[in-house]
Every structure is written in C-alpha cells, then in structure tokens.
C-alpha cells in the first residue's frame, strides 16, 4: 500500500519552498517547474474531495469538528490516491485532538518538517493572516490556534509555535522525519536540500540538485507569481512571495515583541538556535 511521507510545518516557515525544490528536482525538466501545478505534485490534507469520498452527506455540510473525526479516514484515502508513496503538504501539528488521531501513523512513510526562526515568521505570517504584528504573536502562542478552510469546513489544528515544532520532532510518535532548518536552507540550499534527498533516499545528481535550485529561487517563485498568478495567495495579500530572506525579523520586530516570542518559545528557540 502506498503511504504519505508528509511535508510538515508551521505556517510561512518554506513549505511551499520546499514542495518547489521537490517537484524541481524530481520532475527534472529544463524549465522551471511551474508553481501553479505544485497542488497536483504534492497533495494536501484538507483537499475536501478525500474528506468527501468518506462523509455520508456533502462535503459542505460537514462542520469543522465532524472534518476532525474523519481525519484517519480521508488520510487513507490520501494515502492511497497513488500507487507510490507521495509527498503531502500538512500545517497540523501531531498529536491528538477530541481522541482522534490528527495524523494517521498507519499510512505514513515518514516527514519532512521544515522550521523556521519564529521572529521571521511573525511578519510574513501577520501578513498572510491580514493581523497586525503583535495579533500574529499572540496567535503563535495560542495553544489552540488553528485554521478552517474558506470553501468547507475542514479544521486544521496548529497550536503553539514551539509545541508545534515538537510535537513533529521528539519522535514520541516513532515516525521518521528528517528535521531541515529554513535559515540552513537558505544558507547552503545544496547541503541542506542534499541532505533532504540523502535521508529521503532519493537517488544523487548534482547538476539536477543545482539546476532544481536555481529553478525554486525566491526570484523564480515570485516572477511566476507575478506573471500568473498563485492561487494559495489569500485573495487580501498582494503577494505570496514576500521575501524568502532569514533575519527579517530581528530588525522588523521592536525589542518588546521580541522578548515576547523568548518568553512564549525561548526553549524551543534556543534548542535551534534562535536566540542571540
């Protein structure tokens, strides 16, 4: 049976990025791979037609508690829509939720989580919510946070930053995942994104490693976005691809905002890195 190897984060930390470099690489052609086909290239868990292949009603009218009871279900059904292991992009944390599995460890191969600095999350994700800064603080510190989607209600649980990250990485789940760093990426794509295919197991070229790169550029993603078009860009943004850089946020946030995300995450921060 085929089985999900999920591409997880918390929100505007590279997973799009990621999916980029995947599909790149992967598809291998001599032209960048196009950013509007990365939805049929990596799956995701709240496409509503898995959900609706196991409701007894329409998709809908189902509630965003109900879209959490049949998250095993419409997983499976994820996890079988092809005859290969394939890569599905997930925001929800591990864990549990109302005594439902979020992710179903049966039909999973293993992750990627990709984690950013929360500082540099904070105005790309403010941005992205349509909040002011210190509203996008207080979400990422909300143990409850989530998302619906616009069109049905299908419930994403996310939660804190930190537990978030954790809840990924400490391995109490025993799933395989393989832990990438944004600011590694960004840094050293070619060792950090090699890595990536070293753990995956997916076969080495360098040149198709380099050429992959460069197609999944920030300059590449956002000359795509601004020629056709992204449609994962929430209708009040301008644009998907704000920056792509590292650091933004120690010289975004004022020192107040910062000491809150310490106070809310310093643990987890400094486990990576993030603190000064």
Same mark, same amino acid.
């Given at each position: 049976m085929s089985?999900?190897?999920?591409?997880?984060?918390?929100?505007?930390?590279?997973? #799009?990025?990621?999916?980029?470099?995947? !599909?790149?690489?992967?598809?291998?052609?001599?032209?960048?791979? !196009?950013?509007?086909?990365?939805?049929?290239?990596?799956?995701?868990? *709240?496409?509503?037609?898995?959900?609706?292949? *196991?409701? #007894?009603k329409p998709v809908q009218e189902m509630t965003a508690e109900e879209s959490v /009871?049949?998250?095993p279900q419409a997983q499976q059904r994820l996890a079988a829509a092809r005859g290969h292991d394939h890569f599905v992009k997930t925001h929800s944390r591990f864990g549990m939720l109302n005594g439902t599995h979020l992710i179903d460890r049966?039909?999973?191969?293993?992750?990627?989580?990709? %984690?950013?600095n929360p500082a540099d999350i904070v105005p790309s994700y403010a941005s992205?919510?349509?909040?002011? #800064?210190? !509203?996008?603080?207080? %979400?990422?510190?909300?143990?409850?946070?989530? /998302? *619906?989607?616009?069109? *049905?209600?299908?419930?994403t649980p996310i939660g804190r930053w930190g537990d978030h990250a954790e809840s990924w990485i400490d391995g109490s789940h025993s799933l395989p995942v393989c832990v990438v760093r944004y600011e590694d990426l960004y840094a050293d794509p070619e060792k950090a994104f090699g890595q990536v295919l070293k753990v995956l197991g997916l076969p080495f070229d360098r040149e198709r490693l380099a050429r992959s790169i460069r197609h999944s550029s920030f300059e590449e993603l956002s000359r795509q976005e601004k020629e056709k078009g992204f449609s994962e860009r929430p209708p009040h943004m301008q644009r998907f691809f704000r920056s792509g850089g590292s650091g933004e946020g120690q010289q975004a946030l004022s020192e107040g905002q910062l000491a809150r995300l310490v106070r809310d995450h310093g643990p987890v921060m400094k486990r990576f890195g993030y603190l000064p």
């Open positions: 089985r999900i190897i999920w591409l997880a984060s918390y929100p505007k930390s590279g997973n #799009t990025w990621m999916r980029a470099l995947l !599909a790149n690489y992967l598809i291998g052609q001599e032209e960048p791979f !196009a950013i509007e086909d990365l939805r049929a290239f990596s799956l995701s868990d *709240v496409r509503p037609r898995f959900y609706a292949e *196991v409701l #007894t /009871t049949v998250r049966s039909v999973s191969a293993g992750a990627v989580y990709i %984690i950013r992205h919510m349509g909040v002011a #800064t210190d !509203a996008a603080i207080e %979400i990422m510190a909300d143990r409850d946070h989530a /998302t *619906v989607e616009a069109d *049905v209600q299908i419930l």
